[in-house]
C-alpha cells in the first residue's frame, strides 16, 4: 500500500535570484549580472572608508579631502562679521586638523559673532556702568549722598533741559555731574531756551555741543571727551 509521505521536504528550489534568473529556462542570465557588477564596482570606486583611531595620516587625509576639508588651513576663507572676529591661523589651524569644512569653519566664526560677542559686550556695558556708579557715589560722598543727588538732578534735568540732551548727559558720570553743577549754579534751561546768553563763551558753545547730534544720538567718542573735558574745567571735577 502506497501512501503520500507528510514529512517529505520540499523540493529544492533554485540558489539564483530572481533578477538573474531567464524566466523561460530558468537558467543564469549573464548580461544582467555583468551589468549588477560592474555598477557595485562603480560604486566602490566613490565609497571612502571611514578612518579609525589608528588610522594612517594617508586614510585621514583621504577621508577630508572626500568631505571637502582644503590640503591647508590656509585656504579656509573666513567672512569677518566684526573686527574682534578676524581669521586666527591658530583657531584655523585647529579646525583644519578636526577636519571641518570650509562651510563648517565659517560656522564657527558665525556662532562667536550670533553668541559670544554679543555676550562680551553685555559684560563690558555692566562692568563700565559699575564704574560709572562708583565713581559717582566717590563723588558725592557715599550711597545716601548719591542717591538723593541723583533723584535731585533728575528732576532737575528733566525740566530744564530737552529730552534728547538731558539723556546724553545721563548716560555718562561726567554728564551727570556737570548737570549737578548747573544745577547748583542755576544755569539757565538748554535746549527749551535757544535763546539764552551767558557771560561765559566756553559755557555756551558747550551748550551747543550738547545739542549736537555727535554727542547724544552719534555717541561720538572724541566730541563726547572734549565735552566731558569742557565741563571739568569749568564746574570742575
Known amino acids: 500500500m502506497f501512501y503520500e509521505d507528510s514529512q517529505a521536504e520540499p523540493a529544492a528550489q533554485s540558489p539564483i535570484p530572481d533578477k538573474f534568473r531567464d524566466p523561460a529556462s ?17 560604486r566602490m570606486h566613490r565609497m571612502v572608508e571611514i578612518p579609525g583611531e589608528d588610522c594612517s ?24 562679521r566684526h573686527p574682534m572676529l578676524a581669521s586666527d591661523p591658530q583657531v584655523n589651524q585647529m579646525l583644519h586638523k578636526a577636519g571641518f569644512t ?30 560709572g556708579l562708583d565713581r559717582l557715589r566717590d563723588h558725592f560722598g557715599g550711597d545716601s549722598k548719591w542717591s538723593e543727588t541723583a533723584r535731585q ?10 529730552p ?3 539723556q546724553a548727559l545721563a548716560a555718562s558720570p561726567d554728564g551727570i555731574i556737570a548737570m549737578r ?10 535746549g527749551r531756551m535757544p535763546g539764552a546768553r551767558t557771560d561765559e563763551s566756553s559755557e555756551e558753545d558747550l551748550k551747543k555741543m550738547l ?3 555727535r554727542y547724544w544720538k552719534q555717541r561720538d567718542p572724541a566730541f563726547i571727551d572734549k565735552v566731558s573735558a569742557g565741563f571739568r574745567r569749568i564746574y570742575g571735577e
Open 26 to 42: 530558468g537558467g543564469l542570465r549573464g548580461d544582467a549580472l555583468l551589468r549588477a557588477y560592474l555598477d557595485l564596482e562603480k
Open 57 to 80: 595620516d594617508e586614510q585621514r587625509c583621504a577621508f577630508h579631502r572626500a568631505l571637502g576639508v582644503p590640503e591647508s588651513p590656509d585656504q579656509y576663507a573666513i567672512e569677518q
Open 102 to 131: 570650509p562651510k563648517q569653519a565659517q560656522l564657527v566664526y558665525d556662532l562667536a559673532h550670533s553668541r559670544v560677542i554679543p555676550t562680551i559686550e553685555a559684560m563690558k556695558g555692566e562692568y563700565e556702568s559699575q564704574r
Open 153 to 162: 538732578v533728575s528732576a532737575w534735568g528733566q525740566a530744564n533741559l530737552s
Open 164 to 166: 534728547d540732551v538731558y
Open 181 to 190: 553743577a548747573m544745577m547748583a549754579g542755576n544755569e539757565p534751561s538748554m
Open 211 to 213: 545739542q549736537d547730534p
